[in-house]
C-alpha cells in the first residue's frame, strides 16, 4: 500500500533543499507540493512498499498500510529509527499494538 502522510507532522523538511522522503525513495516517487509543502507520493500504484520513505522521514510523518494479504487495511506497520536500533510498532485490526526492537547497524 501507499504510504501515507500525516500532514500535521510533515513540514516539508523545510530549509532543505530536498526533502528525505523524496531523496531516499528509489522509484523518484515521493514530493513535496509547491504550495501545500506537503509530502505525497505522486503515483502510488509504482510504490512497491520499500518504506525507505517511512524510515527516512525524521518527524515520523509516514506510515505504510500493511497491504491486504498480510492483514487487514486498517493495520498498520510503523518503523521508528534510531542510532543503531529500529523500532516496529504494529497495529492489528483491533487496535492492538506490538513493537519490537532490532539493531539495525553492526558494531565494530
Ligand atoms: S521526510 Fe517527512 S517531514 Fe520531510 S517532507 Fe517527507 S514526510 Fe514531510
Ligand atoms: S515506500 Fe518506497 S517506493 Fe514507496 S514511496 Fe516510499 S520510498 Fe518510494
Known amino acids: 500500500m501507499p504510504p501515507r502522510v500525516n500532514l500535521g507532522k510533515c513540514n516539508g523538511c523545510e530549509g532543505r533543499e530536498e526533502s528525505f522522503c523524496e531523496e531516499v525513495c528509489p522509484g523518484n516517487l515521493m514530493t513535496v507540493g509547491d504550495e501545500t509543502m506537503k ?9 512497491w512498499d520499500c518504506m525507505s520513505c517511512v524510515k527516512a522521514c525524521p ?4 506510515e505504510t498500510r500493511v ?19 529500529i523500532i516496529w ?12 526492537s532490532y539493531k539495525n547497524r553492526l558494531e565494530v
Open 67 to 85: 497491504p491486504y494479504q498480510l492483514g487487514y487495511c486498517n493495520a498498520t506497520l510503523k518503523p521508528f529509527m534510531g542510532k543503531n536500533s
Open 59 to 62: 518527524r515520523n510523518a509516514i
Open 89 to 100: 510498532k504494529c497495529t492489528d485490526i483491533y487496535g492492538n499494538v506490538k513493537t519490537y
Open 39 to 47: 509530502a505525497f507520493c505522486r503515483n502510488n500504484r509504482d510504490c
